[in-house]
Each structure stands twice: as structure tokens, then as C-alpha cells.
């Protein structure tokens, strides 16, 4: 017989610590996986930056790269949103 049909039930507080760790790992792994997407877009605007040349040309390479930043942005903001409402769904059914 396993160590797992063994287990006692987990008690409501330990539910909720265990819902509440997830969550929060869940959301750590998004804002990793954000920065990390901060850090490669900042490099592409570095290597546009570096290829201008003159301020005009740098000026229209960078506010082209503006929508996809912008793109980028929400939908990290939603997913954000919807981790933090997850969570406190978990947390509300105890």
C-alpha cells in the first residue's frame, strides 16, 4: 500500500496553504517568463537602435516595434489578472 492511501485528509488550512503556494508559483513562472520576454524585446530594440542611421530612422524603427510591445504587455496583464482571480477562487472554496 502506498504512502499516499495512507495519508491522513489534508486539513482546510492545509488546503489553503497548498492553493495559495500554486497559485503563487504560477504567477512567479509568469513573471519570470515576462521579464525574460522584457529582456529579449529590450535587446531587439537595441539591435533596431544600433542599425539606424540617423534619428529619424531610429525614431520610425522604434515606434514601429511599439505595437507588439504594447501587444505583449496586455496580454501579460490578463494572464496576470486571470492567475490572481484563480487564486482567489481557490481560496474562496476553501
Known sequence: MSAVANAAPLSRADRLVDRTLGGLVL?????IEAANAHRLELGERLAV?????DAG????DQLDLLPESRRRLARDHRV???????????????
Not at 504567477?27 to 513573471?31: D, G, T, Y
Not at 537602435?49 to 542611421?53: D, K, V, W
Not at 530612422?57 to 520610425?60: A, D, I, K
Not at 482567489?88 to 476553501?94: A, C, E, M, N
Open 27 to 31: 504567477m512567479l513562472l509568469h513573471e
Open 49 to 53: 537602435a544600433r542599425r539606424a542611421r
Open 57 to 60: 530612422e531610429l525614431l520610425r
Open 80 to 94: 496576470r489578472r486571470e492567475l490572481w482571480r484563480g487564486l482567489w477562487r481557490d481560496l474562496q472554496r476553501g
